[in-house]
């Protein structure tokens, strides 16, 4: 390789090595990170018989989890061995800064009653059941890593 070629290569290096950090991380301070998940802060009543926590991925069409509140409200959980995908999950929005619905079904222990389709709509910094009229503030989280606390 030509000492010229050789040169202009290591000075190349040298400088994304020296200004390549500080373009990255201009680029991403430009726009606010926002957490993924949307979270019920307190366990919400959905017809099921037990209250639930619930999260929400809004840009994720089946993207719904349930778990049963921990020792005192959502941060934990009393079920294991982790949250749970919630079955025929559906999340829709009709505009990027309108109200969320979202769907799924529970199996419940019941002869005569199998399962409970549940209805949310997240909207105004809340959650809202749409059965029992239930409304719960929510918060954002960037994971579903909640630990296991039981009452």
């Known amino acids: 390789m030509p000492p010229v070629v050789a040169h202009m290569r290591c000075g190349c290096f040298l400088f994304l090595l020296a200004f390549g950090p500080l373009a990255c ?29 619930i999260a929400v991925d809004p840009l994720d069409q089946d993207g719904v989890w349930w778990w049963e509140p921990g020792a005192s409200d959502c941060s934990s959980r009393s079920t294991g061995p982790g949250v749970f995908h919630a079955e025929l999950a559906t999340v829709s929005h009709s505009a990027q800064s309108g109200p969320v619905e979202l769907s799924f079904r529970v199996q419940v222990h019941s002869a005569t009653r199998p399962f409970v389709d549940v209805r949310l709509v997240v909207e105004d910094g809340d959650m809202r059941a749409v059965e029992t009229g239930a409304r719960v503030p929510i918060h954002r989280r960037n994971d579903l890593n909640v630990p296991e606390r039981w009452r």
């Open 25 to 53: 991380r201009s680029a991403s301070e430009s726009r606010p990170s926002v957490p993924r998940y949307v979270v019920t802060a307190s366990p919400i009543a959905v017809g099921v018989g037990t209250d639930l926590c």
